[in-house]
């Protein structure tokens, strides 16, 4: 467990979460193409963002409340009296099980003797922030409490386009209300009610890797865009802060909700209960082909999330028996609307890069739509998702002092997840649902593609009809069985395998270099008469740990713990059918005509077998779950504090979202596995100098994950000879996870006689390079800032800060990811600038 102390908050000048990750090595926040996009990660392992049915691997709990989503998360922190870190699976602790670990932020209870602070706060990019907090008791047993805040900056991202203000910009409010009553000794009761709204452009990119689209030496994407008028960022300068884009990038999110703790102890035992209700809406557009064309006018999307939760715990002791037991209950359901909108400049830019000017017109014409269809102006797809999601649990946890210096720990939790989920979509993309690929079942494209490989084989040239008989997938599939006799069989099955690489090849099949534009195919809705749309998840997971106090200074312990995260559904545009469902829902009807299914008979030479990102994919990711063991230290001394903890903790069946240039290939990678040290420390040589240094030293791996998502054209892609956005990234290192993290930090203070007190305090963190993505090793993100605060408090009050985050300005990439329609283009997001500001406070 790692504690940030209110006063660290203070002095460091952590205004929301995401600044946590400057003084605690082990977490990270990570900003993605909107705000309500934040993944949490600890220990390098986290997920949740990009897709509203996934619930994140950490979990965030507000004063006990757990916060089930990105954007129902804290923008800028209300006053506090401490933020924890707890690293690896937490079930005995809290109710709702989190997988990966957990980040508790605990405000400040109301007193009964009247205080509070106000402050105002100004800094570069013209940001200007003010807040304030009072407290006191209205009668003997009542105590309340107002927190309020705002925030406001410009952005650092200018807009060159049309798209209006500048990107990357802080607009926010907050206010926290409390009442605490206390009519005993015995018995007291916690109210909160708390809203966080925020309006925000958000997000910008630059360009961090252009390849050709297609082939070793043909045009980029950029060059495409160019070529037609327009302007998008380049690789010569990854870290301009400039982009084009030419409409609203917007995020909003209103966030609310009431809860209730009432403790009471009653003598035999004390019983916690918290009792919370919440709801979130959140909304963002944005120009996701990030440059001055209108090739997607708008992609948008709107969450309603409504949450109930409920929590009992009871604890007590017995002679050398400390016990905990306790229940947990969630509800909540979500509505999602989400889509996309062509702009004037789609087919423009899509002509060009399917093969030039006139290509679309050429299918048009000869597949027999009318000309102007394809990828046309206000072509819009608009989607629908729906999760109702209920979950409760049963805990506990035994403490048996053995000795006075040993003690034994033994937790359980079984936990029962239901969730039911919909999705459907009306899909105006003509081009996204017509059949590039043939029948289902045929395994070659066309009768082309047949003659194509027929001639291969030095037979004369074929015709289009088999043995006479026209060209299907029954008569090809007799043919095959034997069924027209032996020499058709073996002239079929020839012409098959050497019709296998051809599938792919321009030269052969024409419109091969068509099938990645197909990135909106038909959708299947769900529920249908094959998939219900149910999950169904049970699990116990456990802890035992030992814990011995060497003496007065020193504990030492040994731990196992098991985590768990139920099925996560997948509420994107890219939820497609599992393949596994795939002959049934042929049966049945229901599938679409460029959904293509695998001859069973022969998988070698299969050339239309279903792909991540393609056609089939996943409606759901099943449920994770984690197991850690782990030996730590705690020490406290005279002048200090330690604590270490060696791990090795395993997730199977991890929950991965990725993000593949047209849309979020939900997956579950095999296993993934780190081992490590992690370590935090105090230490005050001398009265006025407190120094800190933290860290986690860690080998992260993929030790399964075949079928994973890859960027197509990659490497890691091409290993099997296939661009098909899916390869085997087993044995290799997840990408964004550092293998090294430190953290230090170093605070001089020094009283004057007036009472004035004024401090120095410095602080470092490091982070070695790791790839941004996963199978583009040449694109890495490091971390290497200094921040630094000077403040005087005075005697009657008032006090005043100055600081600055980044002070060397330091270059980095966040995090990345391919092109939208740019297909060998990686965008990234570069780090935050350098940033300073000077901050006036008045505690009474």
Not at 460 to 468: E, I, Q, V
Request: hydrophobic fraction near 35%; aromatic fraction near 10%.
């Amino acid at each position: 467990v790692t504690v940030t102390t209110a006063d660290v908050i203070e002095k460091a000048q952590i205004l929301d979460i995401k600044d946590l990750q400057t003084v605690v090595p082990t977490f990270r926040a990570s900003q993605l193409q909107n705000t309500a996009n934040t993944t949490l990660t600890i220990r390098g392992l986290g997920n949740g963002s990009n897709n509203y049915g996934i619930e994140p691997a950490v979990g965030l709990f507000i004063d006990g409340v757990y916060r089930s989503r990105a954007a129902a998360r804290i923008n800028d922190l209300p006053a506090l009296e401490r933020i924890e870190v707890l690293s690896g699976p937490q079930s005995i602790l809290f109710g709702k099980n989190a997988s990966t670990g957990v980040v508790s932020v605990v405000t400040k209870t109301p007193q009964f003797e009247t205080s509070g602070y106000i402050e105002g706060g100004i800094g570069n990019y013209n940001q200007n922030y003010a807040r304030g907090y009072i407290t006191g008791g209205v009668s003997d047993s009542v105590a309340v409490s107002l927190g309020i805040g705002y925030q406001k900056r410009d952005g650092y991202f200018e807009n060159i386009g049309d798209g209006g203000e500048e990107l990357n910009n802080i607009d926010r409010f907050s206010w926290r209300g409390q009442l605490l009553w206390e009519p005993t000794d015995e018995l007291s009761v916690r109210l909160i009610a708390d809203q966080n709204t925020l309006t925000e452009n958000c997000c910008g990119t630059g360009v961090a890797l252009e390849r050709p689209l297609s082939g070793a030496t043909g045009p980029t994407a950029g060059q495409v865009v160019r070529s037609l008028g327009g302007q998008q960022p380049t690789t010569s300068d990854p870290f301009s802060y400039i982009t084009y884009t030419n409409s609203l990038t917007e995020n909003e999110i209103d966030d609310e909700g009431v809860s209730a703790q009432i403790d009471w102890d009653f003598g035999l035992a004390n019983l916690t209960s918290i009792t919370a209700l919440r709801k979130t809406d959140s909304s963002y557009v944005s120009d996701s082909d990030f440059n001055s064309l209108d090739v997607l006018r708008d992609v948008f999307q709107s969450n309603v999330l409504d949450t109930f939760t409920q929590e009992v715990r009871l604890t007590g002791s017995l002679d050398v028996f400390d016990w905990m037991v306790g229940g947990y209950y969630f509800n909540e359901d979500i509505k999602q609307t989400s889509g996309l909108i062509y702009g004037d400049d789609a087919r423009r830019y899509v002509d060009v890069i399917a093969g030039g000017p006139g290509t679309l017109g050429g299918v048009e014409a000869a597949l027999g739509i009318s000309p102007g269809t394809f990828f046309g102006s206000n072509v819009r797809i608009d989607e629908t998702f729906v999760q109702d999601n209920e979950a409760w649990s049963i805990f506990g946890s035994l403490d048996f002092k053995v000795t006075d210096r040993l003690t034994l720990t033994a937790g359980g939790n079984f936990t029962k997840d239901q969730k039911d989920a919909s999705g459907r979509t009306v899909n105006n993309d003509v081009f996204g649902n017509i059949d590039l690929q043939g029948e289902p079942g045929a395994r070659v494209v066309s009768t082309n593609i047949f003659r194509n490989g027929n001639a291969g084989t030095g037979t004369p040239s074929f015709p289009g009809a088999l043995m006479g008989l026209p060209f299907t997938p029954a008569n090809l599939a007799a043919a095959r069985a034997g069924e027209l006799g032996p020499a058709a069989k073996g002239y079929v099955d020839a012409v098959i395998a050497a019709s296998a690489a051809l599938v792919a090849d321009p030269t052969t099949n024409p419109l091969a270099g068509l099938f990645a534009l197909q990135f909106q195919p038909q959708f299947l809705t769900f529920p249908n008469a094959v998939e219900d749309g149910k999950t169904d998840d049970e699990e116990f997971t456990y802890t035992f740990k030992a814990a011995y106090k060497v003496n007065d200074n020193i504990n030492v312990y040994g731990s196992y713990a098991t985590g768990f995260k139920a099925s996560s559904w997948n509420l994107t545009r890219d939820s497609r059918p599992f393949l596994a469902d795939g002959a049934a829902l042929q049966v049945a009807g229901l599938l679409p005509n460029n959904y293509i299914l695998p001859v069973p008979d022969d998988p070698a030479t299969n050339v239309n077998e279903a792909r991540p990102g393609r056609n089939f994919g996943t409606r759901y990711s099943g449920p994770e779950t984690v197991e850690v063991f782990e030996i730590g230290l705690k020490g406290r001394f005279e002048r200090g504090a330690i604590n270490i903890a060696l791990f090795d903790q395993t997730v199977k069946n991890f929950q991965s979202t990725i993000f593949l240039g047209t849309g979020f290939v939900l997956a579950n990678a095999g296993q993934q596995s780190t081992q490590g040290i992690e370590f935090d420390s105090t230490f005050t040589p001398v009265d006025p100098l407190t120094l800190t240094f933290g860290g986690i030293i860690q080998d992260p791996v993929f030790d399964s994950f075949v079928g994973a998502p890859v960027d197509r054209g990659s490497a890691i892609d091409l290993a099997d000879g296939t661009a098909d956005g899916s390869g085997d990234l087993s044995g290799q290192k997840p990408a964004g996870i550092n293998e090294i993290a430190l953290t230090t930090s170093a605070t001089y203070t020094h009283d004057f006689s007036n009472g004035t007190t004024a401090f120095i305090r410095v602080n470092y963190q490091y982070e070695d390079e790791t790839p941004v993505v996963n199978d583009l090793p040449e694109v890495t993100r490091d971390t290497s800032n200094v921040n630094a605060s000077v403040g005087v408090d005075f005697s009657g009050g008032w006090s005043m800060r100055v600081w600055a985050n980044n002070l060397f300005n330091h270059k980095a990439y966040t995090s990345g990811f391919p092109g939208v329609l740019q297909q060998g283009t990686l965008n990234a997001y570069p780090n935050q600038p350098r940033t300073y500001g000077v901050a006036l406070r008045r505690n009474f």
